[in-house]
């Protein structure tokens, strides 16, 4: 018997089978990170949403017998993935904004699994394979969590000073939109992140470029000239 027949001994059908279930966690786990971009950006998005709608179609299928519900899981999953690439490679490298971190961390495992767990399904591999499949995405799953929470908990704010120019940034809108500077020298800026997810305050002509984590406050300093800024 060769690898794909399966396991010696166990009933092919029921490894189907237990390909089938590690398809509906990883689509159950795919179709949650898709939700909670959607929720956390608090706007429509389109690969998280084109996705959602197809990972749930993939879940409601795979009740009904037969492999159309597999083959969505395992294209939809990591397809989700691929397009969304760069904004998931963005939020993994900054842990310490746990709301967009763990949905990438999870988005990127469930993708993986999905497509590992459609060639099992389609080829039959043995069920130590699937079980060995879920052991260790269930591990990374929980090592990503464990640094997400570490790092997202350890992003203290820094300390505002006197004369401090105070900015906040919440729902996306920046607030006050632009700072203006009377005459040359020294500004200090406090910028406050009220949103969940992670962002930069920027001013392009003065070289300023800082990240503010998500629930945290970050002080910068620079020399402007007179001007507005936005």
């Known amino acids: 018997m060769s690898e794909g027949d399966g396991d010696g001994g166990v009933d092919p059908d029921v490894e189907h089978e237990v390909w089938r279930q590690l398809l509906f966690w990883a689509g159950l786990a795919a179709l949650v990170a898709a939700v909670a971009v959607l929720v956390v950006h608090t706007r429509l998005l389109v690969v998280p949403a084109v996705a959602s709608l197809a990972l749930l179609a993939g879940l409601v299928l795979l009740v009904r017998p037969g492999p159309v519900g597999p083959v969505v899981l395992g294209v939809a999953a990591p397809l989700l993935v691929v397009a969304d690439a760069p904004a998931l490679v963005d939020d993994l490298a900054h842990p310490d904004t746990f709301a967009t971190?763990?949905?990438?961390?999870?988005?990127?495992?469930?993708?993986?699994?999905?497509?590992?767990?459609?060639?099992?399904?389609?080829?039959?591999?043995?069920?130590?394979?699937?079980?060995?499949?879920?052991?260790?995405?269930?591990?990374?799953?929980?090592?990503?969590?464990?640094?997400?929470?570490?790092?997202?908990?350890?992003?203290?704010?820094?300390?505002?000073?006197?004369?401090?120019?105070?900015?906040?940034?919440?729902?996306?809108?920046?607030?006050?939109?632009?700072?203006?500077?009377?005459?040359?020298?020294?500004?200090?800026?406090?910028?406050?992140?009220?949103?969940?997810?992670?962002?930069?305050?920027?001013?392009?002509?003065?070289?300023?470029?800082?990240?503010?984590?998500?629930?945290?406050?970050?002080?910068?300093?620079?020399?402007?000239?007179?001007?507005?800024?936005?």
Do not use: K
């Open 101 to 230: 971190f763990f949905p990438a961390a999870v988005a990127v495992v469930a993708g993986i699994v999905g497509a590992v767990g459609l060639v099992g399904f389609l080829r039959r591999w043995p069920v130590r394979a699937a079980g060995l499949t879920g052991v260790l995405s269930a591990a990374v799953v929980l090592v990503a969590l464990a640094v997400g929470l570490v790092a997202t908990v350890g992003a203290g704010s820094d300390v505002p000073r006197q004369g401090d120019l105070a900015v906040t940034v919440a729902d996306g809108a920046w607030v006050p939109d632009r700072l203006t500077a009377l005459a040359s020298g020294d500004v200090a800026v406090y910028v406050t992140n009220d949103d969940l997810r992670r962002h930069t305050f920027t001013i392009d002509e003065l070289g300023v470029d800082l990240e503010v984590p998500a629930g945290v406050s970050r002080r910068v300093a620079f020399t402007a000239r007179p001007g507005t800024y936005e």
